[in-house]
Nanobody
Framework: QVQLVESGGGSVQAGGSLRLSCAAS????????LAWFRQSPGKEREGVATINTITGSTYYGDSVKGRFTISQDDAYNTVYLQLSSLEPDDTAVYYC????????????????????WGQGTQVTVSS
């Protein structure tokens, strides 16, 4: 059973930066995609970025390319999301997710393909 705990959210002004962390357990040795999604009120959950625990391959959502960076530590126990050049439209609850590489089509970043979720952390960007 994979468990995910996010931290690092907060409030920031437009143009600022934040780093989110997700402590992951229960997936060691397995081939997983660890990902970040976000959801704001009235909107569907949106794929932000994902990284493969074995290869380190990454995919990003179009709205964050060039501004956000996903990474993982050497032990693959923590995945990070560096948020830069933040905009008010980036305001959302950010969720960490994990899915087996057996069925996740990572390049699509579809929430329904990720079976494990954290509780979420709020990011608020003011103009």
């Amino acid at each position: 059973q994979v468990q995910l705990v996010e931290s690092g959210g907060g409030s920031v002004q437009a143009g600022g930066s934040l780093r989110l962390s997700c402590a992951a357990s229960g997936h060691s040795g397995g081939n997983y995609w660890l990902a970040w999604f976000r959801q704001s009120p009235g909107k569907e959950r949106e794929g932000v970025a994902t990284i493969n625990t074995i290869t380190g391959s990454t995919y990003y959502g179009d709205s964050v390319k060039g501004r956000f960076t996903i990474s993982q530590d050497d032990a693959y126990n923590t995945v990070y999301l560096q948020l830069s050049s933040l905009e008010p439209d980036d305001t959302a609850v950010y969720y960490c997710a994990a899915g087996s590489a057996e069925w996740v089509r990572a390049w699509l970043l579809l929430a329904k393909e990720f079976g494990y979720w954290g509780q979420g952390t709020q990011v608020t960007v003011s103009s």
